[in-house]
């Protein structure tokens, strides 16, 4: 920054207060937008019967670089973790029960990172809406494509093996 002329650090301060004053996170779901409802929650082409939960908004961008799914999403906002002071009351469950009694929904997949906190808020959302009746599935774990059996941690073969599936 300091090699930059004054022109570039004014340039890039702008461009900082731009973002602050048109980003936004979506009335509906919370992801990061610049329009509110966000383009995927306006989407008529996505599925509206189907919530993928995440933590943050860049999750959002991880599974849509897959191209894999095409429904709605729900951000949370963070995980339980009571280590952090971070509980339920925190996070953005209210909004999620909200929708699920006014939207018509079928599933809700609960796609947190496998690790303590994100299997914890996991099996807190599966408790929380199994009794709505709408199906509550996590994302599989397993090996990635092209890894090697050699490397695998005994968690994540353990958990493959459980997630098998008839070819």
Not at 22 to 33: D, E, H, K, S, Y
Not at 122 to 143: H, T
């Given at each position: ?21 048109r ?74 029960l ?8 079928n ?61």
């Amino acid at each position: 920054m300091i090699q930059q002329s004054r022109e570039q650090a004014l340039a890039l301060a702008d461009a900082i207060v731009a973002i602050k004053d048109r980003v936004r996170l979506c009335g509906r779901c919370f992801a990061v937008t610049e329009s509110d409802p966000c383009a995927t929650c306006s989407d008529p082409k996505r599925d509206q019967s189907l919530v993928c939960v995440v933590a943050e908004p860049r999750d959002i961008f991880t599974i849509e670089r897959s191209g894999a799914y095409r429904g709605l999403y729900h951000v949370l906002g963070g995980v339980i973790s009571p280590m952090d002071g971070v509980g339920p009351n925190q996070l953005r469950i209210k909004e999620l029960l909200t929708r699920l009694s006014t939207e018509k929904l079928n599933e809700v997949i609960v796609a947190t990172n496998p690790n303590a906190e994100g299997e914890a808020t996991a099996l807190y959302l599966s408790r929380l809406i199994a009794p709505s009746g709408v199906i509550v599935s996590r994302l599989a774990y397993g090996l990635p494509i092209g890894g090697d059996l050699d490397y695998a941690d005994d968690l994540t073969l353990a958990r493959a093996m459980e997630g098998r599936r008839t070819l």
